[in-house]
């Protein structure tokens, strides 16, 4: 039964430019995990990871109805890319099943969470 669903819309310089005014922004949104695959790439594909990733937790906590705050924050979900690049929920604060969805064009990505019992 589906329990919630979220998606979220981000300019991808908007977080590109926040990464590099704001040295710790980087570990604010990855978890560690997240981080050593942030590091494996470079440029634009670097900036559309990361805004990825922001809006993979972004649309995460409107899934849950809450938005990210102290019921969730961007710590406490984990969005890892398996093999094919396929983005998948290895850390979340639900015991249900989390789907996950991201695509980017030049400019944006879109994302959406599907929450499950």
Do not use: C
């Amino acid at each position: 039964m589906i329990k919630g669903l979220g998606i979220d819309l981000t300019e991808i310089a908007r977080v590109a430019h926040m990464a590099k005014q704001h040295p710790q922004y980087v570990k604010r949104i990855l978890t560690p995990q997240e981080i050593r695959q942030y590091q494996q790439f470079t440029g634009q594909r670097a900036n559309e990871y990361l805004a990825g990733r922001w809006s993979l937790k972004e649309s995460f906590a409107k899934a849950m109805g809450t938005g990210i705050g102290k019921a969730v924050s961007f710590q406490d979900v984990e969005i890892i890319d398996n093999q094919l690049g396929a983005p998948i929920v290895t850390k979340s604060p639900v015991s249900g099943v989390a789907h996950a969805s991201v695509s980017h064009t030049g400019k944006l990505v879109m994302t959406e969470i599907i929450l499950e019992d």
